[in-house]
């Protein structure tokens, strides 16, 4: 099986390795450039654990080939701290609302709702509960992180 | 949520603090099984049977051997002759459990050869590559087809397909229905389904050859598990090192895979290097261990014309699958609670284990519990529907009252304490009944079908294992403890070990706030540690919504014990007696003489560094272990029949208003309410969120998830496509309503909280779906109760 070089920008940080054709996004992150923070929950797109953000959009790592991401902007839960290691508004309301148990789909559910702040800072319950609707979690029937999420949008809009 | 009549005496405990274990996972620095990353390491990936039962004639792994980058190929015949078959929960001795299956598959998707290679994607193109020889024989799926004598045998060697049938009668059960007005008879069916963590299962083995320890990473939540690893593979305990502090990720009772350890274990010590299998999902749904309760329950019950209960028979049948571990052992945990919480004076109990070609049951969030007080909550609404009462007035009439605690149900249990009445008050009343029940006939005015649900059901917790003996007259365990052990160091910090691993439940938060409780020490600066389990403690695992019962309970006794350490260190020092000493934070004065004051800083010193000014004899340096037995265990059961099982039990009652589509079938839950009383809540975050995800687990079960099977025995539910999990629009927003009524057997009152939720909400779903189809004069007693199966149902397609 050929190896392909790929080169991509993670976190802010240009990072290389090479990877068959066949290595899903997820496992080149995690097992060629050790970032573990990205899960593997299912390994067919529906549970969302191993969400990531590519060029400003959520993507599902799972379902993408590591050489497809050559050359692109990856962000993963690792990028959500500020550069000396303080944790984003999003990430504290989280822990302030104990928006998790396991942890395990935790970096999919802070992809999914760090996107949608993005591109809605003010949203309802509805509208968090779209954003998350493709990442499933079994502790926590999802009430504390949509309270997280709601946490995290007043502080923004108070900061604004 | 409102928090009433909360218990304010506290520092720490009871009180809003953020979740130690929270900093790691939203920073992705968890620590979870596949993680840990090591040279040299080895991949597994199973050969899996596609019949439902078939004679292995023989496997030839040549041309998956000549595949560049494969290491070994793995059979249960060698498996067979080299370790010891694993522990069967029942007494079973001719029905034997191989990791991989040997000489027959007995379901599809068995494991029946393990291909280990350099990597994964190896791994699994040489799978395609082993040749097994097939010879497919007779197989049953339907549990009461495996029961009539000429069903094929799944365990020929056992001569029978029944595993356990046993019946127990407590009370005048006979007298009761011949002298009640009315009984009613009917059968209620919980699918095959399960709490079906995120991660799937994954373990590392190494054998360390310098040490000759087998060191084992592993997302493990079950009890014994090193003892467990050391009688398959003929190891010392010592010799197995299993690394606790591995993150486990969601397991909810699933997480037992002792067959993958076995396997991996095998292999590193085989091939000298390091080996892990992870799961896929197909191996995980299909083949692992994932699959819970598969139960048809024939339900009796005697009542008089005020609704009031007297009797009742259950018959239980619970289709093990194919190879019983500890899994026919859930049904015997509802016996702690078999008449729910409610005052019937007599019962009895048939507990039916089956055995079929199907992938093997495991241990589910409730141990069975949840099942049974679903088929209850419905005998309890088909009460209330047939003599025209409502049904909260039902529940009412028989609910325990609160000055009858403690409360000796017929099975020989002993409820610790409750006030199941006054929950159901403050619920009914927060809820907004009368609202509710306005809202539901609007909705049906609209020409739709609408349906207000109610559950008041308890979660026996604290865990023993009663169960064993009382299913296996050969097994006499009666110990069910926790440790835990509190080191001060020369700079007085404090850690706390435990020995065991956690798949979500905040136990390092755990043991911080109750060892802060009792010294009085800030518990942010305490540092809770699983540790490695050669380094580890007796224990029995969170199993059975124990912990913040049995680990709380040893925090608390350990610092108890570090508390009267410095107390006789100042004591020795004042050269005063400890009843004239004042503990304040951890510093300790004269009373009457607040000058006369050692500071914990000082008092640790000396217990590190002062040997000369420590109480003659003392040991040095400042730690102490507490063990403790589960209250109210160490008793066999007794010979009358009657056990006392579980110590704890906690109340819960569930109101949802649910609509249904007329033309569709699907179900929309539009509110949902619940109260709660698990007695004082050490940590209220982590009770929610345990609660508000048991109810998820709830409506999951009442009306997606089945492990499903075709008649050929085809497992048609190996992905998320096909077995559906509830998502974040399926989920509503939950009222939740606390109340505290103290455990008496417990060191802050606390009760279990592990199973809460999931322990309602089943049986209320089914309540609000059956209030929505009575106007039709349907109803459903099968969970789930899916989009299409109400759609038949509407259609007239199925009675």
């Not at chain 1, 969302?48 to 991401?69: E, T, Y």
């Not at chain 2, 400042?622 to 109210?632: F, I």
């Amino acid at each position: 099986m050929s190896e392909h070089k790929i080169t991509l920008t993670v976190n802010g940080r240009e990072m290389s390795g090479h990877a068959e054709a066949r290595l899903t996004l997820v496992d080149f992150l995690r097992d060629v450039l050790g970032q573990t923070g990205t899960h593997i929950g299912c390994e067919h797109g529906v549970c969302g654990a191993c969400s990531v953000v590519m060029d400003g959009k959520p993507v599902r790592s799972c379902l993408m080939f590591a050489v497809m991401a050559d050359g692109h902007d990856i962000m993963t839960v690792e990028g959500l701290e500020g550069p000396e290691g303080e944790l984003s508004p999003l990430q504290d309301a989280f822990w302030e609302n104990h928006a998790m148990q396991c942890g395990y789909c935790t970096p999919g559910m802070l992809i999914a709702t760090h996107t949608l702040l993005q591109e809605n800072p003010n949203p309802n319950e509805a509208e968090i509960r779209e954003a998350i609707g493709g990442n499933l979690c079994r502790c926590t029937g999802y009430q504390q992180i949509v309270e997280a999420v709601q946490m995290t949008a007043k502080k923004l809009r108070a900061a604004t | 949520m409102p928090d009433t009549n909360a218990s304010p005496e506290y520092r720490y405990i009871t009180k809003k603090r953020r979740v130690t274990e929270d900093r790691r996972f939203i920073t992705g620095r968890g620590n979870f099984a596949a993680d840990y990353n090591m040279p040299g390491m080895l991949h597994v990936a199973m050969v899996t049977s596609p019949y439902t039962c078939a004679e292995i004639k023989g496997i030839n792994a040549e041309a998956a051997l000549a595949l560049p980058g494969v290491r070994y190929v793995l059979t249960g015949a060698e498996l067979f002759e080299n370790i010891n078959p694993l522990l069967s929960g029942l007494d079973l001795p001719k029905v034997k459990r191989i990791p991989l299956a040997h000489e027959r598959a007995r379901y599809a998707g068995e494991w029946v050869a393990a291909v280990v290679a350099e990597t994964r994607h190896i791994a699994e193109d040489a799978v395609e590559l082993v040749e097994v020889d097939y010879n497919p024989i007779e197989f049953v799926i339907d549990p009461e087809e495996a029961m009539l004598p000429d069903a094929p045998l799944v365990h020929p060697q056992h001569g029978s397909n029944i595993l356990c049938d046993k019946t127990w009668v407590w009370g005048d059960v006979d007298d009761d229905f011949e002298s009640a007005p009315h009984s009613l008879a009917f059968r209620a069916r919980w699918s095959r389904c399960s709490t079906v963590p995120i991660e799937t299962f994954v373990v590392t083995a190494k054998w360390d050859e310098g040490k000759e320890v087998l060191d084992v990473w592993a997302s493990i939540q079950m009890p014994k598990y090193p003892e467990q690893i050391a009688r398959a593979l003929s190891l010392p305990v010592n010799a197995i090192n299993v690394h606790f502090d591995v993150d486990v990720g969601g397991s909810y009772g699933l997480k037992r895979g002792i067959r993958q350890t076995v396997i991996v274990s095998y292999l590193t010590r085989k091939l000298r290097a390091p080996v892990r299998f992870n799961e896929d999902r197909l191996e995980n749904m299909s083949g692992g261990e994932m699959h819970g309760p598969d139960r048809i329950f024939d339900m009796e019950v005697a009542f008089d014309d005020d609704g009031i209960m007297h009797s009742l028979k259950i018959k239980a049948t619970d289709d093990a699958g194919c190879y019983p571990g500890r899994a026919p052992l859930q049904l015997g945990k509802p016996v702690s609670a078999i008449v729910g919480p409610y005052r019937i004076k007599s019962a009895s109990y048939t507990a039916i284990s089956v055995t079929t070609n199907k992938t093997s049951q495991e241990a589910v969030r409730g141990f069975g519990q949840a099942p049974t007080n679903f088929a209850i909550e419905v005998m309890v609404d088909k009460v209330a529907r047939k003599l025209g009462i409502d049904r909260d007035e039902v529940r009412r009439r028989n609910l325990i009252r609160a000055d009858e605690f403690p409360y000796r149900i017929p099975s020989g249990s002993e409820y610790d304490s409750g006030d199941y009445h006054t929950v159901l008050d403050k619920l009914q009343e927060s809820a907004g009944w009368q609202e509710l029940l306005a809202k539901r006939d609007a909705i049906r005015a609209e020409g739709k079908l609408a349906g207000l649900g109610i559950s008041t059901c308890l979660e026996p917790s604290g865990g023993n294992s009663s169960f064993e003996p009382f299913f296996n007259p050969k097994n006499d365990t009666t110990t069910w403890m926790e440790s835990c052990l509190i080191k001060v160091d020369m700079l007085g910090s404090i850690t706390a070990l435990m020995g065991t691993s956690t798949s979500g439940q905040g136990h390092e938060t755990l043991l911080s706030a109750v060892i802060g409780e009792v010294l009085e020490r800030d518990p942010d600066t305490i540092r809770g540690v699983h540790a490695e389990s050669l380094g580890a403690l007796p224990s029995n695992s969170p199993v059975g919504s124990r912990m913040a019962i049995m680990l709380g309970g040893a925090a608390a006794g350990a610092a108890e014990k570090i508390k009267k350490q410095l107390l006789e260190i100042a004591a020795h020092n004042f050269q005063l007696p400890v009843d004239r000493l004042i503990y304040d934070g951890g510093d300790i004065s004269v009373d009457g003489d607040p000058d006369k004051v050692m500071s914990w800083n000082l008092l640790i010193d000396i217990a590190h560094r002062q040997y000369h000014k420590m109480p003659l004899g003392s040991e040095p340096g400042l730690q102490a272990q507490h063990t403790w037995e589960v209250p109210t265990g160490g008793a066999l059961p007794a010979e009358d029949g009657t056990v006392q099982m579980y110590p704890c039990y906690a109340f819960e009652a569930h109101i949802p208003l649910i609509s249904i589509d007329p033309e569709t079938g699907q179900v929309e839950i539009l509110d949902y309410h619940m109260g709660h009383d698990c007695g004082t809540v050490l940590n209220p975050d982590i009770v929610r969120g345990m609660t508000f995800g048991g109810i998820a687990h709830g409506i999951g079960a009442a009306l997606y998830e089945k492990f499903e099977y075709d008649e050929g025995g085809q497992h048609l539910s190996g992905s998320f496509m096909d077995y559906l999990l509830p998502s974040s629009h399926e989920i509503p927003h939950v009222e939740m309503i606390k109340h505290y009524t103290p455990s008496p057997l417990t060191t802050f009152g606390q009760k279990g909280s592990g199973e809460s939720g999931y322990l309602g909400a089943p049986a209320a779903i089914a309540s609000a779906v059956n209030d929505a189809l009575a106007p039709l004069g349907k109803s459903i007693e099968t969970l789930p109760m899916r989009v299409r199966d109400i759609e038949a149902l509407l259609n007239g397609q199925i009675e």
